[in-house]
Structures are given as structure tokens and as C-alpha cells.
């Protein structure tokens, strides 16, 4: 099944709650939620007390990717905000540190799921697999909204597909970066079933419309 995953990061912050309810009412699947801290990515975003606030204005699934360094620091504070998943970067830290983020977001009832920045292999996925419950490739490089999807991104997508069909199969593949009508039926024949949009969906008058054309348009 494909999943749309509208990502705030485009959405108007003034009447955030409105634009999750929009969205929410126009078929999206999950919310998107991206966390910045200026020093693993050059940008700053939110944090918890936005998650926060998002948990007690709507009762979406909320996909809240850490790009942030040390996410072990933070991640029982997201989870207590209302996260449904946290995701984190396995460039982001050790291996140890991120296993034990893992770990205590599962602690706390929460999904979770790693992420590949660009230039990081599929390969870099394999302690996690069968651990996480969803793997996010990035076809933009983060930090910013509104970047052109990144087509060499594609073989990475199908071979993080074979990983996951052979050792932890059912595990989401989930790509953010650039995704829109055209490029949706690009990631979804490559194996990936969460689609995340921004100003695919936030940015169109009719939301409603926008996903519908990304879900008719993907292969699945």
C-alpha cells in the first residue's frame, strides 16, 4: 500500500494546526515532521514543544525525522512529546549510540527507522535491519525544502529493497526529497511505499488533489 506523507517543513507555521487538519482531511496518510538542529544539517526547524502542540491538535501518525547529531540525547523527549516514530540518521552517531536510540524509543512504545543522507550506501542499513520498522532515503540532500529529486537516487532505492526483502521483509521504505506526481511512479517501481511531500502538497491550493495524483500516479 502507498503512503502520503505530507512534510510541515512546507506547510504555512502560523496555522499549523489548520494545515495538519487540511492535510489530514485531504487523504494524507501520515505527517512528516522535520527536526533540524543547524549542526548535523545547516538549518534550524522545530522541536518538541512543536511536536507537542502537533500531538493535541491532531491524532495523525506523526514520522518525526531527527536530523539532528546525538539524536540519544533527545529521543525519549520526542517520543513523550507524541511522536509516533522516530527516525534517525545513521550518520548522525555511532552505531552503539544509534542502536541504543533505537532502543529507547522502542522502550517507549514508539516505531522507529533509520535514514541514509545521498552519498551514504545502501549497505549502511544492515545493522538495523529487522530492528527498525522503516527506512528513509534521501533523495535531496537535508536540511532544505523545496530541492529537485535526485534521479541517481534510484539504484539505491531498488538495493535497499533487496536488503529489506531479504532480511527484514515488511520493514516501510520511505523517500522524502523532491517527490510529486512525476517522480512518485519513479520511487515506487524502485521499491519504496511512504512517499513524503512538501510543496507537492502544501504548496497546491487543492491538497486534496496533490495527493490524489501522487498516489494515482505511484506504481503499487
Keep these: 500500500m502507498i503512503k502520503v506523507a505530507p512534510s510541515i517543513l512546507s506547510a504555512d507555521f502560523a496555522v499549523l494546526g489548520a494545515e495538519t487538519e487540511d492535510v489530514r482531511r485531504a487523504g494524507a496518510d501520515l505527517l512528516h515532521v522535520d527536526v533540524m538542529d543547524g549542526m548535523f544539517v545547516p538549518n534550524i526547524s522545530l522541536?518538541?514543544?512543536?511536536?507537542?502542540?502537533?500531538?493535541?491538535?491532531?491524532?495523525?501518525?506523526?514520522?518525526?525525522?531527527?536530523?539532528?547529531?546525538?539524536?540519544?540525547?533527545?529521543?525519549e523527549e520526542f517520543c513523550k512529546a507524541g511522536a509516533d516514530?522516530?527516525?534517525?540518521?545513521?550518520?548522525?552517531?555511532?552505531?552503539?549510540n544509534l542502536l541504543?536510540?533505537?532502543?529507547l524509543a522502542k522502550a517507549q512504545g514508539k516505531k522507529t527507522g533509520v535514514t541514509l543522507k545521498p552519498k551514504t550506501p545502501a549497505e549502511a542499513v544492515k545493522p538495523y535491519l529487522g530492528l527498525v520498522d522503516l527506512i528513509l532515503i534521501m533523495t535531496v540532500e537535508p536540511g532544505f525544502g523545496g530541492q529537485s529529486f535526485m534521479h541517481d537516487m534510484l539504484p539505491k532505492i531498488r538495493a535497499v529493497k533487496?536488503?529489506?526483502d531479504a532480511c527484514a521483509p515488511g520493514?516501510?521504505?520511505?523517500?522524502?526529497?523532491?517527490?510529486d506526481a512525476s517522480t512518485a511512479p519513479l520511487v515506487t517501481a524502485a521499491g519504496a511505499n511512504v512517499l513524503v511531500a512538501g510543496s507537492a502538497v502544501f504548496g497546491k491550493a487543492d491538497r486534496a488533489a496533490a495527493i490524489r495524483a501522487i498516489r494515482e500516479n505511484a506504481v503499487g
Design 100 to 103: 541504543r536510540a533505537i532502543g
Design 171 to 179: 520493514t516501510d521504505i520511505e523517500v522524502d526529497g523532491g517527490i
Design 85 to 96: 516514530l522516530v527516525n534517525v540518521h545513521v550518520e548522525s552517531d555511532s552505531e552503539e
Design 47 to 75: 522541536g518538541v514543544p512543536v511536536i507537542k502542540s502537533l500531538r493535541k491538535a491532531t491524532e495523525m501518525f506523526l514520522d518525526v525525522h531527527l536530523m539532528i547529531e546525538q539524536p540519544v540525547r533527545y529521543v
Design 162 to 164: 533487496a536488503l529489506v
